[in-house]
Each structure stands twice: as structure tokens, then as C-alpha cells.
């Protein structure tokens, strides 16, 4: 069982920057593909980034391409999510996502969400 704890959440201007943080409690970290999903308010999740295991291969979201950067650090079990050029419609419950399927969707491990607000 990977358990998941994202931080860095909060409240910004349009057009701020804020980094999330995911720490794992997995001893062997690096094989796990990571991912970042959120959910607004009366709206389904949706997928944001993703980030392979070793190999650090990454994926976008159409919306966040070019703006938000995922990354990894093995050595600290831990992935992140750098956001840059927020927007209003950013705004959302921030999940970290932990699994070994192939799919760049589908993942085992959940964490609690951190909130994300941007203000106008």
C-alpha cells in the first residue's frame, strides 16, 4: 500500500505560481509511474500530468501544456508539479497519483488532495 501526501496548495493571483508536492511512503519509489489529476467543484476528474518511472518520460493535459511542469526525485520519493501562468479556471482540488499500469490514466494509489485557488 503506497500512501501519497500532496502539499503546497493555496491561494493566488491570476498569474502566480505555485508548486505542489507529493511525498511517498514506497521504499521503491522510482518503478511507480506518478501522475497529477483535479477536480473543480461540480465537475469530473481530469487528468493533468503524468511522469513514468525511470525513465521520466512525461505527459500533459492540453489546458497546462506549457505552463505547469511535472518532475520527479527518486532519492526523495517524491513528485512535483510546478504551475506557472495560473488561471482562474485552475482552481480545483489537486490529487497525486501513484501505479505501475501501463496507461497513463490508470493509477492504484490516491492521495487526499491539496486546494488550489486562483483568484481573478
Known amino acids: 500500500q503506497v500512501q501519497l501526501v500532496e502539499s503546497g496548495g493555496g491561494l493566488v493571483q491570476a498569474g502566480g505560481s505555485l508548486r505542489l508536492s507529493c511525498a511517498a511512503s514506497?521504499?521503491?519509489?522510482?518503478?511507480?509511474?506518478m501522475g497529477w489529476f483535479r477536480q473543480a467543484p461540480g465537475k469530473e476528474r481530469e487528468f493533468v500530468a503524468a511522469?513514468?518511472?525511470?525513465?521520466?518520460?512525461?505527459a500533459y493535459a492540453n489546458s497546462v501544456k506549457g505552463r505547469f511542469t511535472i518532475s520527479r526525485d527518486n532519492a526523495k520519493k517524491a513528485v512535483y508539479l510546478q504551475m506557472n501562468s495560473l488561471k482562474p479556471e485552475d482552481t480545483a482540488v489537486y490529487y497525486c497519483?501513484?501505479?505501475?499500469?501501463?496507461?497513463?490514466?490508470?493509477?492504484?494509489?490516491w492521495g487526499q488532495g491539496t486546494q488550489v485557488t486562483v483568484s481573478s
Open positions: 511522469i513514468r518511472g525511470s525513465a521520466s518520460i512525461t
Open positions: 497519483a501513484a501505479g505501475t499500469q501501463s496507461s497513463t490514466y490508470e493509477y492504484d494509489y
Open positions: 514506497e521504499r521503491t519509489f522510482s518503478p511507480y509511474n
